[in-house]
Structures are given as structure tokens and as C-alpha cells.
């Protein structure tokens, strides 16, 4: 991978990107307009690959933290990147305002691709000399240990672009999937968020508490979801494949369904019982140990992954 | 535990709660209508024990394989039982006729969970001497390796047998989740059923291949999900808790869940199309080489939770 790689934003996110490319052997600039995030990234890499090599995720981490160049400028940090991966914040204004001034920088082949959320590309790629080249490639956080990005274009992304990028990600490690055509939420966000529906409601309806609701993804669902899809999951379900499952439930989760017709936002009410709950479970001093613990346990599994067969 | 254990149906389910009991030292003993079930009952129950064994799952298979009784008729399995796990045929017809002749059997204690994993217990359970202390205690195949078990009670059920039961299925290495009331598909067949909309959905929308649907949950979603439910990972995943991250997503999430408000059958064209796509990637006549391949990665990854530290 002798590819130039820029990172815009020098946030959790672009950190974890940077990490990605550099890992791969790619040479990484990072550019953030606020100089305080650049100041202290340095540390922050550094921390995150120390813990990298305890998980027995990386050999050296030398030689990768050597290939992220922090970068004073914007120009400086894009003007000879082949890839730009853009994750500033989440607002059009500040994202449509970075693009413009890209669009100054970059060399003629260079491809953009954004980490936004939810924004789709049409709202801040258009009418721009790259809007082309200029796509969706939304991560999971952090992308150096959940391997998928979706790959969203634009109605003016070019094919060759969607895969460009796709091989780009494969290349350094990552599992991109083709999004067809822009859509509210992306793909990753709409599973979670039909599964957090139904697990909203049946909590609000009173069928069960938090813990165990979790507990039912977790010791239940989650183990198979770890390694293999929803739809080879079903597949493997019955004996007969995917058709022979749908023919025997099929008419189970239609009635499913119609007890989900109207859209019940969170109310304020049951936000508020939800976390009541939750810090209940775990008290508001213990959020940071609790995320440092998931984020050792995604390592661990991601360590224990590498190990597994596919088939 | 020196509890005594029936278990009535001795198909996949039966065997694999036969497992559970028996590897957490309790005396089991099987019956089955069906003869020849039975008969194949010992060599069955030999080779997954020789498999958890080599997956460093069980120490010795032997002292478990001599717990486990198969037993001529239903009255010689069950009449000194405990507890019996009821894992027959998933037709209400079936389940009446049983839960008769159970009745004229069992000790005044006795308790019997069902395996269904959709009738509820009120349609089956009614009107016998038995009645308070039936309830559903639905588990995910095998239960050996995935281990939640979802109790639900019917109106008559009491509460000292759904007490019971959860202790019961806690002792033995289970993890029981309390639904409060009956409910179509229980707890885990709505979440899975609401992802699967989604997930359908999207297909047939043209949005996304299935290959790249399952990397999403498998690559993505699902790595979180395979230690933590769906509310640990929202409370972590916004700086300020839960009620955070619902201020910043609910409104994404509402909008989602209005793009969702019409039922819609998986109509034949569409599963036919699901199923051309799967036999693509999976033929049928590898469709058993696979389902191998799901066991011992779920043997794998069930060693390897073993390991992991829950806080």
C-alpha cells in the first residue's frame, strides 16, 4: 500500500482512520482546523497503540505511528493525498465549507470520502469540480477494530469512484459494502435502529427490564450476529435454507409487524426511565472505566476473530 | 445440583437441554414418543460431547453421558422429576395431549417449562392440576452453547414457579431473562423479527446486496452486540449516557421508524429472490457443511467468552 492518505478532523474518529491507513503501510496526513486536537494526537496514537500491541493486534507500533504526519495546514495535509477521509463534525455548514476549500486543493484524481453518520453526500458534495469523486464512507467507531464501512454514493458519484474506495478499504483491511443510493440512516444505522425500536417498546409496554433485554442480544442473538449475518443466520435455520424458514415464519414476524405500525418517538418520560436504569446498572462515574472495558473487550475479539475460519 | 431432570422430546432440543442438565450434574432422563429418537439418542448424545470436549468446553464427556437416562415410557421419565423440559412437536394439539398425561403424573412439586418458541403457555398449559406450575422457558439452539432462556408465564402461572425456574436455569450455567407477561414471539423472536424487516426491506428496496446486509451485522453491529445488548451499547456510545445519545439520535431513529409503518409480507417473489441470492452464495448441497461450521465457531466463541472479564 504505497498510497497517500489524507485525514481531515482529528477527533476519535479521524484518529481511528489514521490508524487504519497507517497500519496498512500507507502514508498518513492529518489536518484539523482546531490545533489543540492536533496538538495532543501524537499521545493519543500513541496510547491506542501501546494497547494495540498488548492485544496482539499490531508487531510494531513504531513504524506506524512514524507514518501519521500531523499537518499545519489544510493544504499542506491534501494537496498530494490520492484519498482524503473527511470526518469533521456533523453539520452540512461546517462539511459544505471544507469541501469548497478541497475542492481548491486537490489533485485531479484525488477521492474524498466522508465518516458522516447521516448527512448524505448530495447535502455538501454538489456543484463542486470533485463531486464525483466525492462519496459516503461512514465507519463504525473505531474503525481499526469494527472492520465495516458503508459506501454511500452521491447521485453524481462516479462508478469508478464507489470502486476505487471499495478497493481502497479492502486493501487496508477494512469490509466496505455497497450502498446502491443514498437513504436516511445509511444501512448500519437502520438495523440498530429497528432493533432499538422493538426493544424501546417492549420495555415501555413493561414485557421486560433493561438487563435482560440487553442479555437477550447478548447471550442470545449477538453470538451468532458476531460471525454471521441476519440473513445466513435464517438461512441456516432450517433445513430446507432461507425459503423453507420463511414458509414456516414468515406469517409469525407479518403478525410481528402489525403490532408496529405507528412511530412512537422516546418520550421524554421514558428517556428518563431508561436512564434511571440504566445508571442504576451503572452509576454516571463509571461510564469511562465501562467504555474502556468494551473497547478491551472489541480488542480482545477482534484479536480472537483473526483466528477463526470462514468456512 | 442433584435436582431430577425429565426431559420429554428428544429431537435436536430435547438432546441439547439433556446437555445442559446433565453437564451441570443433574440426573436426566429422556422420553420420547418417538422410538427411534430415542434409539439414536446415545450416539447423538456422544458425538456433541465428544465435540464440546475437543472445543475445551467440557472436561469429560463420560460422567455426563451416565446422567442421561432413556427412559420406555413417560411416566417412568417423569415421575420423580423436579423439573421437566418439554421439547415436543411446536403444535398446540400435540402439546394438550402431553400436558394431560403429565398431569396425571407428576409429583405435587414438580415444575415443567416448555421449549416452544411461539405457542404461549396459555394455550396449552390450562385447566389442569399442574396449570401454576407450567410456564415457557424457550431457549436458542443448541442451549449448551448460546446460553439465554426466556421465561414466560401464563396468567396462572405463580410467581414461585417462575422464582424457581430462574434459579433453576441459573444454577445450570443458563441465563434466564423474565418476561413479565405473554406476548407473540417472546422477547427474542421480536427483536430478530424487527431487525429481519428492516433487513428484508432493504433488499427488496434494491439499497444493498445480502452479502454486504449480513457484513453490516457481522463486520459491524453484531461484534458489539455479541457482549453487550442494544441499551449498554447506546449508553456508551454518547458521552453523556443514554439520555444523551437519545437527544442526539432519537429524532434520526423516529424518522427511520417512519419509513416503517406498513406491514409487508415477504411476498414469494421476493423470498424467491433471497433464495436464488443465498444458493449463489451458499449451494444446498453445502447448506450441512456450513451449519457445521456455525456450530464450531459457536463452540469456539462460547470457549473463548469463558475467558472474558464481564466488568
Redesign the interface.
Known sequence: MGKRIAVVGAGLVGIGWAIVFARAGCDVRVYDRDRALLDRLPEQLAGILDDLVAAGLLDRADSVRQRVVVCDGLSDAVRDADYVQESVRERVDVKRELYAELDAHLNPDAIVGSSSS?IPASRFTGGLSISARCLIAHP?NPPY????V?LVPADWTSADTVDAVHELMHAVGQ?P?????E???F?????????????WA??EE???????????????????????????T???NA?G???DY?ERL?E???????????????SEEL??R??IE??H??P?DQ?QE??R??DR??M???A?MRG??D?
Open positions: 447521516g463504525v477494530l469494527v472492520p465495516v458503508e469490509h459494502i455497497r450502498v446502491a443510493r437513504l436516511e440512516g444501512v448500519l444505522n437502520r438495523l440498530q435502529g429497528a432493533l432499538l425500536r422493538e426493544a417492549l420495555y413493561g414485557y421486560c427490564s433493561l438487563a435482560d433485554i440487553d442479555a437477550t442480544v447478548s447471550k442470545g442473538l449477538g453470538l451468532r450476529w458476531s460471525f454471521m449475518g441476519p440473513f445466513e435464517i438461512d441456516l433445513p435454507g432461507v425459503a420463511a414468515g409469525l414476524y407479518l403478525e410481528l409487524a402489525k403490532e408496529r405500525t405507528t412511530p412512537e418517538p422516546w428517556v428518563e431508561v436512564e440504566r445508571r446498572s451503572l454516571a461510564l465501562r467504555t472495558w468494551r473487550r472489541l480482545a475479539l477482534s480472537y477463526q475460519p468456512t
